[in-house]
């Protein structure tokens, strides 16, 4: 009888041992050694749906407010947002894109069909001018991606000449027939995109000589130094990076990866709004799989470049859920919920720990595309959860990664993953202020986080937090700011350690001075 009731009494203790969700983290704020690139936060836009017209570009004429044709109100959110790299113009689209048609007068601009996203006619009013006017009024690095599957080795590398070339050269004076006197600064240059898949259909081995070739006469004008990326593998081709590792090598200034948080390629991937907490916790699984597959790539890379001069650079990631109802097919629009913002902070947190290979990342899409930080709908705009995640997160950009450990409850998802419930990253900016993103993954219960700060003296904490009643929740045009940041006050400090009772479902940031 005693036994039976020492084990039931250890039973209950067990179980409020489990119940207690809590975590400690022990943050090292004097170790910080390398710095969190700017990059890291980079946008895309691809000439797909609505993410160009209609999202970023109205034209002069057109009745929504506009700046020289850019959408006045997004001009504006993506300015406060500070986009460091902008990548165009895709995508699958950039390897059909003939540079020379979006060009000159735009009345005399052919036009094209848009094979990949829906058949649409493209008629491209927009083309490097507008982009590239655009990352200027962003004060964004472009980042172009050159058309390897369709184009030639001239075409990309008269395009080059004609963005950054100075001298009185056939492309420069083009460029300066066309409006625009002195060259622009382009240091991003992708040689093709997804070349296993849409842009081309190669073997890594033919692609790696293509690359030599392409690489070769995109040549460096008037002080502008070219960032060549090559096209890399699709989430788990690691043979892909070996092969280009092997036979490209420092020949490429970076190499691409592209990861997306999806359900698969065939068949319908789940509707954005509309699913349960099993199907949540799943999506938190395949989310955090990234570090895994990023680990991977890292490792082949440092075989091969062991002074990681080559850098990582995760050009496409973020959800992909089905199209919303009623949109047109192709245009991969979608809605954005908490879910989605998770995806995003967990992401971001992976990201900072690789810093030293990871050198650029853009989300799919900036507007209107997959995972996007804006929606638009006529002379409406409404700024999404992940927005809004960017938007915290920014204070991280340039800022010294702090290396930290963390202890954290878990939980088993389907398909043999495991979530921990919290997911942290740090930072310390230029003036020495620390910076602390913290993501309650748990669907129901708050956690008790304990944040330990050797050394660290802190006069002043605030902060942001990012939740809403469901998961499901989402800004909609009628209701745009169900889920958006309000001010965070629950946490202590005693000493060097800090006390949070982070809510449910919720992502925080806080800034120690």
């Not at 848009?114 to 009024?137: A, K, P, Q, V």
Request: aromatic share 10%.
């Amino acid at each position: 009888m005693k036994k039976q009731i020492l084990t039931s009494a250890l039973l209950v203790a067990s179980m409020s041992l489990s119940a207690q969700k809590s975590a400690s983290i022990k943050i090292y704020a004097d170790q910080g050694k390398e710095i969190i690139p700017k990059e890291i936060y980079g946008q895309f836009a691809e000439h797909l749906g609505s993410c160009i017209y209609g999202g970023l570009w109205v034209g002069e004429n057109s009745d929504i407010p506009n700046t020289k044709g850019y959408r006045t109100d997004v001009l504006n959110a993506l300015k406060d947002l500070q986009v460091p790299v902008l990548r165009w113009p895709g995508g699958c689209f950039a390897d059909e894109y003939h540079w020379m048609d979006g060009i000159g007068p735009k009345e005399n601009r052919p036009k094209m069909v848009n094979n990949n996203w829906g058949g649409t006619i493209e008629d491209n009013s927009f083309g490097t001018h507008e982009f590239l006017n655009l990352c200027e009024m962003l004060n964004c690095e472009p980042y172009i991606s050159g058309n390897v599957g369709s184009g030639s080795v001239e075409e990309l590398a008269k395009w080059v000449e004609y963005m950054t070339s100075d001298g009185d050269s056939p492309m420069a004076n083009l460029r300066r027939k066309n409006g625009r006197d002195k060259a622009w600064k382009v240091k991003f240059l992708g040689v093709g995109n997804e070349s296993w898949g849409c842009g081309g259909s190669m073997r890594p081995e033919y692609y790696a000589d293509l690359y030599r070739r392409y690489s070769t006469y995109c040549r460096n004008y008037d002080g502008n130094s070219l960032y060549k990326i090559a096209s890399g593998a699709s989430d788990y081709d690691y043979n892909w990076t070996e092969v280009l590792m092997k036979n490209v090598g420092h020949r490429m200034n970076g190499l691409s990866l592209h990861y997306y948080t999806v359900t698969g390629w065939s068949g319908s991937k789940g509707a954005a709004t509309k699913f349960n907490k099993d199907d949540y916790y799943w999506t938190m699984g395949k989310c955090l799989e990234i570090e895994d597959v990023v680990k991977k790539h890292i490792a082949i890379m440092d075989q091969y470049d062991p002074k990681k001069h080559i850098g990582l650079l995760v050009d496409e990631w973020g959800t992909w859920w089905d199209e919303e109802p009623g949109t047109t097919r192709g245009h991969l629009y979608q809605q954005n919920t908490l879910r989605d913002a998770f995806v995003a902070s967990l992401t971001l947190d992976i990201f900072h720990k690789y810093t030293d290979r990871i050198k650029m990342a853009n989300i799919a899409q900036i507007v209107n595309v997959l995972q996007s930080m804006i929606l638009t709908k006529g002379k409406e705009m409404i700024l999404t959860p992940t927005y809004h995640v960017f938007n915290m997160y920014k204070v991280h950009q340039g800022a010294t990664y702090l290396p930290l450990n963390l202890i954290s409850d878990k939980i088993n998802v389907r398909d043999n993953r495991t979530v921990p419930f919290i997911s942290a990253t740090a930072s310390k900016d230029k003036n020495g202020i620390i910076h602390i993103s913290l993501s309650n993954v748990d669907a129901d219960e708050y956690q008790e986080v304990s944040i330990e700060l050797p050394g660290v003296k802190v006069n002043n904490i605030s902060g942001q937090i990012l939740t809403s009643n469901n998961l499901t929740d989402y800004n909609s045009f009628e209701n745009p700011n169900v889920i958006k940041p309000q001010d965070f006050k629950d946490v202590k400090m005693t000493k060097s350690l800090l006390k949070i009772k982070l809510p449910a479902k919720s992502i925080v940031t806080l800034t120690l001075k």
